[in-house]
Each structure stands twice: as structure tokens, then as C-alpha cells.
């Protein structure tokens, strides 16, 4: 079965920073990998993706706050979050196998709580 294994969510206040982490070990080729997130009432939307090249799809929302980088030997995926607002708080799914503008692939992490609040 593939996994996708996230770390580091948490609780923040507004303003402060998180560092999301994602692994694939059993994805045979990650390709474009991302970040979703999914707030209560809310459709599951895209945060930020990246190619294996490193070209980058940011949301408007999160353009300027958010880096999203990868380590390809590791088939690993980060994202780090600057400047968190309290519309940030979410729970934020890792993705393999999406396309940089064409929407996620089959491959998913278990979600991890990003909360922002003072």
C-alpha cells in the first residue's frame, strides 16, 4: 500500500511559522508532489505544488508566505509557512503524482492539523 508520511503540524499563533514535511518511500516516482488543505465546510483546495525540475504553482492566498522545496533523492516534500493567519488553519494533505497545474494525483498523505490561533 502507498504511504505518504507527513510531520509537522501543530498550533500557532498568528504570524508565526510551521514546517511541513512529507516523505514517499513507496512511490516508485513521485513526479510533481504537493500540499492541499482542507478547512472545516471547505472543499480541499491547493496550497502549493512542485514539479521534480522545481517549477512551482503557489495559491494566491499563500503566494509570499509559503515555500514549498523537494529533495528528490529523498522523495521528499516540504513546506514551510511564514506570517500563518488565522484563515490558514486547516488540515493539510501531502499529494504525489499530480500535475503542476492539473490538479492532484492518486497518492495521498493521512493529513496533518496546521491550527493558527492566539
Known amino acids: 500500500q502507498v504511504q505518504l508520511v507527513e510531520s509537522g503540524g501543530g498550533l500557532v499563533q498568528p504570524g508565526g511559522s510551521l514546517r511541513l514535511s512529507c516523505a514517499a518511500p513507496?512511490?516508485?516516482?513521485?513526479?510533481?508532489m504537493g500540499w492541499y488543505r482542507q478547512a472545516p465546510g471547505n472543499r480541499r483546495e491547493l496550497v502549493a505544488a512542485?514539479?521534480?525540475?522545481?517549477?512551482?504553482n503557489y495559491a494566491g492566498s499563500v503566494n509570499g508566505r509559503f515555500t514549498i522545496s523537494r529533495d528528490n533523492a529523498k522523495k521528499t516534500v516540504y513546506l514551510q509557512l511564514n506570517s500563518l493567519k488565522p484563515e490558514d488553519t486547516a488540515v493539510y494533505y501531502c499529494n504525489a503524482g499530480g500535475a503542476l497545474y492539473g490538479g492532484p494525483g492518486p497518492y495521498w498523505g493521512q493529513g496533518t492539523q496546521v491550527t493558527v490561533s492566539s
Open positions: 512542485i514539479s521534480t525540475g522545481g517549477n512551482t
Open positions: 513507496s512511490v516508485s516516482i513521485p513526479g510533481t
